[in-house]
């Protein structure tokens, strides 16, 4: 069955940064646009990132534009965000998900936790 497992969270300063892995299983990953996500204490699912599957058309929310990195690696089945210069509004339960969109994504990781502190 579909998987896609999360890693690489953790707490940080501001100013750091970390790289997040999303191993997926279970299906054609090459052939799969994929997507980040991510969902703050208190509040609602939000957007994040997405790369088509060949890797070549990416897009940001406004919210990281400039600060993280999406890039996939289809020979081993993983998708990966770079965080830079994290701030703590970027604290969050960072999720990813098979599918363009929030509406169009079909399954989702169990999420990795990322915490901006000092």
């Known amino acids: 069955q579909v998987q896609l497992v999360e890693s690489g969270g953790g707490m940080v300063q501001p100013g750091g940064s970390l790289r997040l892995s999303c191993v997926a299983s279970?299906?054609?990953?090459?052939?799969?646009?994929m997507s980040w996500a991510r969902q703050a204490p208190g509040k609602g699912l939000e957007w994040v990132s997405k790369?088509?599957?060949?890797?070549?058309?990416?897009s940001y929310a406004d919210s990281v534009k400039g600060r993280f990195t999406i890039s996939r690696d289809n020979a081993k089945n993983t998708l990966y965000l770079q965080l830079n210069s994290l701030k703590p509004s970027d604290t969050a339960l960072y999720l990813c998900?098979?599918?363009?969109?929030?509406?169009?994504?079909?399954?989702w990781g169990q999420g990795t936790r990322v915490t901006v502190s000092s």
């Open positions: 790369i088509d599957s060949g890797g070549g058309s990416i």
């Open positions: 998900a098979r599918g363009p969109s929030l509406q169009a994504a079909d399954y």
């Open positions: 279970g299906f054609t990953f090459s052939s799969y646009v």
